[in-house]
């Protein structure tokens, strides 16, 4: 059993290390732990700190390009160097080390395929008091969308099983947390939440710059998952107020035109046709959204598969080469 601990970066050199110092070295159950880093386009010399701690494998980028595309190349390569269990976690020593004997245990069990760790976000000292709120309404929101129970969704501390990770799409620029909980909870993958503990703020985050950009961030990234993964739904919730609202014109000009007086409403009766034409038009749109995604779930079955065939190949051909250069181009 082999676990591999991932940690995206981007000019980390600073705080890399005390974050390498604080993860296990062995886990019950786990016989191989290995690290990666995926250095998102560092222009410090993050990689010369993260190779001279003895780390094993290294994603790199040219240039930035954010949190989400980085965690997606991270599972890559986890993958492609033969993991059965992915751990992610911070490059800022947020997260607790030790507790990743915790968030992978239910994996280890049989119990679940992803393990998302609960911060304790109302003590957190450096968590303002709206930040906390909005972290806690922000979780609230994708409970509802994905159906499912996890406390801290914007939590990136998390553990996949091998099975897991081949089955993660991300399709936003911004972050992962969010629209991989919608993902799994509508898929039915099995997911659970273990409570962690965090360290003491080491540098400011850098997933964004003000509480209300990322609020709008986070709105933005639920929605469009939503629409993904439930388009008939989302859209028919749309087209209902025109529908509503046009019947209930329609309604209105027929009980004038039964008592002889709708001519003069006319232009009441125009409305409620327009509305009640483009309701009809939003709702055939969530029809057609929902023979894509049903087309959607097929090639990520597809995909899933040959997941499976290009990773087992991989399993048994990647180790050497990683053993020569140690490096993963991405």
């Not at 679940?112 to 109302?122: E, F, L, Q, T, Y």
């Not at 039964?258 to 038009?281: E, V």
Request: with cysteine.
């Amino acid at each position: 059993m082999k676990l591999i601990i991932q940690i995206p970066c981007y000019n980390e050199a600073e705080t890399l290390e005390v974050a390498l110092n604080h993860l296990p070295k062995h886990i019950d159950g786990i016989d191989t732990i290995e690290y990666l880093i995926i250095n998102d386009g560092s222009k410090d010399n993050t990689v010369d700190v993260a190779k001279k701690w003895g780390v094993q494998h290294v994603v790199n980028f040219k240039q930035n390009k954010g949190l989400a595309k980085g965690f997606i190349a991270g599972l890559d390569g986890c993958l492609r160097c033969g993991a059965d269990i992915i751990v992610n976690t911070d490059a800022d020593d947020q997260y607790n080390g030790e507790d990743i004997e915790k968030i992978v245990r239910p994996i280890l069990n049989g119990e679940a395929d992803i393990v998302i760790g609960a911060r304790p976000i109302d003590q957190t000292e450096h968590f303002s008091f709206i930040k906390k709120k909005l972290q806690h309404l922000g979780s609230w929101t994708v409970r509802k969308a994905s159906h499912s129970d996890i406390p801290d969704a914007p939590s990136g501390f998390r553990a996949y099983s091998r099975d897991a990770a081949m089955r993660m799409n991300v399709v936003n620029d911004y972050t992962y947390t969010l629209e991989t909980i919608v993902q799994a909870g509508r898929e039915k993958i099995p997911m659970t939440s273990v409570p962690i503990r965090t360290n003491g703020e080491l540098r400011p985050s850098r997933l964004f710059h003000s509480i209300w950009g990322y609020v709008k961030k986070s709105m933005l990234t639920i929605i469009r998952a939503y629409v993904m993964y439930k388009p008939l739904m989302a859209f028919t919730l749309i087209s209902l107020p025109f529908t509503i609202i046009g019947l209930g014109i329609g309604i209105r000009f027929l009980c004038f035109m039964a008592n002889g007086t709708s001519g003069g409403h006319i232009q009441s009766l125009i409305l409620g046709c327009t509305l009640l034409i483009i309701g009809f038009l939003i709702f055939v749109m969530g029809l057609m959204a929902d023979t894509i995604a049903a087309n959607r779930k097929l090639l990520q079955d597809i995909q899933y598969h040959v997941k499976r065939i290009e990773y087992k190949k991989d399993d048994e051909d990647f180790d050497q080469e990683e053993s020569v250069n140690g490096e993963i181009g991405a």
